[in-house]
Structures are given as C-alpha cells and as structure tokens.
C-alpha cells in the first residue's frame, strides 16, 4: 500500500493531478475539494490508497488521513466500489458521511449520485459500527472547502466548461444535471457582489441632507466596484467552477 505521496504537482485535471516524485509523476485520482488546495509548481502531500484490479492499479489521494480511512471503510459496504466511495466524498465531507450514517439520514446519502434508498440503506447497515460518531460539531453537508467563490467572474473558457461538465459527469450527474448546472454555477460567479455594493450606499449621505458636495460622487463609485460586472475580471478556473457547480447542485 502507499499510504502518503510527497512531491511537486506537474499537472490537474478535472478528478485528477500529476505529482512528481523522485523524477516519476504519479497519476492519482483525487475529489474535486481535495484538487480545490493544490496548484501546479508547488509542493503538494497526499493521503493516498492503491486499489489493486486484475487490470490495472488506481492510486487515490486525499487531503488527509481522515478521508483516506472513510474512503476505505465506504468499499466495505455492499456495492460499494472504489469510484462509488469517491463520488460520496466529492459530495459529502467525512464527518457528514459519519453523521448520516449515525442518525440513519437516507436523505443525505442520496445526495450521491449513484446511490438509491436501498444503496443509502445498505451503507448504514454495513457501515453502522465502522464509521464511528462524526469528531466535529456541526456538520454542513458538502466537500470541504466548497463555499462559494468569493470574487464574481464575468465566464470561463469553453475548455475550462467542458472539464468541469466532464468531472461532473465523473462524479455521476446526468449530462443535463451537469450543464444546468454549470451554467447556474457561471450566473452565479458573475452576479454583483452585494456586500460590496450596498456598504457602499450605506457609507454615503443621503440626498438632500445637505452633506458635502463630494458625498453624492464617493457613494456611486463604491456602488460601481460593487458589481463584481468589470469585463476586465478574470474569468473563473476550473476548480473554482467545479466547486460553485456542486453547490448548485447541492440545494
């Protein structure tokens, strides 16, 4: 088994990276949470599992030892494979995938694509006295690091729209599932920012309440760098798309 891998990621993809190490790049398949906290040229260290097949050795990472083990512990139960277990943890973090299991919640499991009631069942069942009790407190269902991009974003290249739609496809969603939700995920990256906008118009004197004459000009540029709608902006990565598209997807 390799239970860790160090080294300097040389390449992401949409469910995968390319770590060097030693010389030798190791393709290993990774959540869309866990490939959100790495970047190409810099160093990067991974839980990891090798799952053995009779044709082939997929080698799994994970941002900590702690999702390694409930991956590990999700193949045990019936029907559940290696992709399985992973689509779960690119929906759901360990904790929620302990605390579903814990209080019986069905509802949260078929969150997953690829899991029914009676799939959601089995997994409780099997998993009951595995998991043990989440070790966190409040459990918010969804891959860890997947609240919603901070800066609004005008769009993304058709490349970085395929890839995300070709993870999600990846992780079990349906063809339409994927591209409404890209394209909710695209809206959404590109709406004004209201904080912004509306602490500017606070800041500002009200009409006619006899303030200085510059006032009136300071609250209508705060309320224009509030839009978030500059077409210079950067357009949005694919990480950052893959994470807004499964919030979407989560409501």
């Known amino acids: ?13 949409p469910l995968s990276a390319v770590v060097e190490v030693g010389g030798v790049g190791l393709l290993i398949q990774c959540t869309p ?9 810099e160093p990067a260290a991974l839980a990891t599992t090798l799952v053995v097949r009779e044709t082939e050795l997929t080698l799994y990472g994970f941002v900590d030892a702690d999702a390694r083990d409930v ?3 999700l193949q045990s139960a019936a029907g559940v494979g290696p992709k399985l277990a992973q689509a779960v943890l690119g929906v759901l973090d360990p904790d929620a ?16 694509p690829g899991i029914g009631r009676k799939g959601a069942q089995r997994i409780v ?3 009951r006295d595995r998991l ?3 070790r966190g407190g409040a459990v918010v269902p969804g891959p860890r690091g997947s609240a919603s991009a901070a800066a609004a974003v005008p769009g993304a290249p058709a490349g970085v729209g395929d890839a995300v ?9 349906s063809a339409r599932e994927a591209e409404d939700a890209v394209g909710r995920a695209l809206a959404a990256l590109a709406a004004p920012a209201p904080e912004q906008g509306g602490a500017g118009a606070a800041g500002g004197d009200p009409a006619g309440t006899g303030g200085p004459a510059g006032t009136g000009a300071a609250v209508g540029t ?6 978030g709608s500059d077409p210079g902006g950067a357009a949005p990565d694919a990480a950052t798309l893959l994470r807004a598209a499964l919030a979407v997807l989560r409501r």
């Open 1 to 13: 088994m390799i239970a860790s891998v160090s080294g300097t990621v040389a390449a992401l993809g």
């Open 33 to 41: 949470s866990t490939l959100a906290g790495l970047r190409v040229g």
């Open 71 to 73: 991956f590990e512990s």
């Open 97 to 112: 995938v302990r605390r579903a299991v814990a209080e019986e919640d069905l509802g949260l499991l078929t969150r997953v």
């Open 125 to 127: 069942l099997d998993l």
């Open 132 to 134: 043990g009790p989440p």
């Open 165 to 173: 739609r070709e993870a999600l496809a990846g992780l079990g969603y």
């Open 222 to 227: 705060g309320a224009a760098v509030g839009t």
